[in-house]
């Protein structure tokens, strides 16, 4: 089964703060993305990845940085986070392959006061 | 650009009571369709991926169809325990998903 994790389920910070939110799949797979999602507005894609060391912007990067070190983890990093970027964030990786599914991890509830 | 839309918004059921959840899109080249369930709190959980228009999957009391505009989520006989919310995705030439708004359904025993 594909395992994707992400590193908390909940948090919660302080305007100002540098937040980073993990994720790690366990597939092999190559490409990995993340998401926010919130109410009314549905799932909107941050930033992906398709292979180590490379980013691509998706349709929200402002605000957020990525990092993609090794081939199974990629983290979402909010240099400084306001309180606009309280939402629930979703890491999914998928395969090689551009029809390949999304597989997704828990997600993390982040509030930022 | 590609679009998806999904409907009804909501949909309250008897447990029994079968139905179908629609999914219209719009997008330059379909590479994959693909559904999803999502509980209260938790990241969306795979169903199903469709390729072709004609294409039907099934899984327990869940069969998901594609014709060229649209995907059917169809529910035989629903428990209480299909009440989530269900996400449709389309994969265009752009490579990347666009999710539709979901569909919340709630099944009562």
């Known amino acids: 089964d594909v395992k994707v994790t992400q590193s908390s389920r909940y948090l919660v910070k302080r305007t100002g703060e540098k937040v980073f939110l993990e994720c790690v799949q366990d597939m092999d797979h190559e490409n990995m993305f993340w998401y926010r999602q919130d109410p009314g507005l549905g799932l909107r894609l941050i930033y992906f990845s398709y292979d180590v060391k490379m980013k691509e912007k998706g349709d929200i990067p402002e605000g957020y940085s990525v990092s993609r070190e090794k081939k199974e983890r990629f983290s979402l990093i909010l240099e400084s986070a306001s309180t606009n970027q309280t939402s629930m964030y979703l890491c999914a990786s998928s395969g090689r392959g551009n029809t390949d599914t999304q597989y997704f991890g828990p997600g993390t509830r982040l509030t930022v006061l | 650009e590609d679009q998806v839309t999904q409907s009804p918004e909501a949909l309250r059921l008897q447990e029994g009571e079968s139905s179908s959840l629609n999914c219209s899109y719009t997008v330059s080249g379909l590479r994959g369709l693909f559904w999803y369930r999502q509980d209260p709190g938790k990241g969306p959980e795979f169903l199903f991926t469709?390729?072709?228009a004609g294409e039907e999957k099934e899984k327990e009391r869940l069969k998901a169809t594609l014709t060229k505009k649209e995907s059917f989520l169809h529910i035989t006989a629903p428990k209480p325990e299909d009440s989530a919310t269900y996400l449709c995705?389309?994969?265009?030439?752009?490579?990347?998903?666009?999710f539709g708004p979901g569909t919340r359904l709630s099944v009562l025993p």
């Open positions: 469709l390729y072709s």
């Open positions: 995705a389309v994969m265009g030439y752009g490579q990347n998903f666009v």
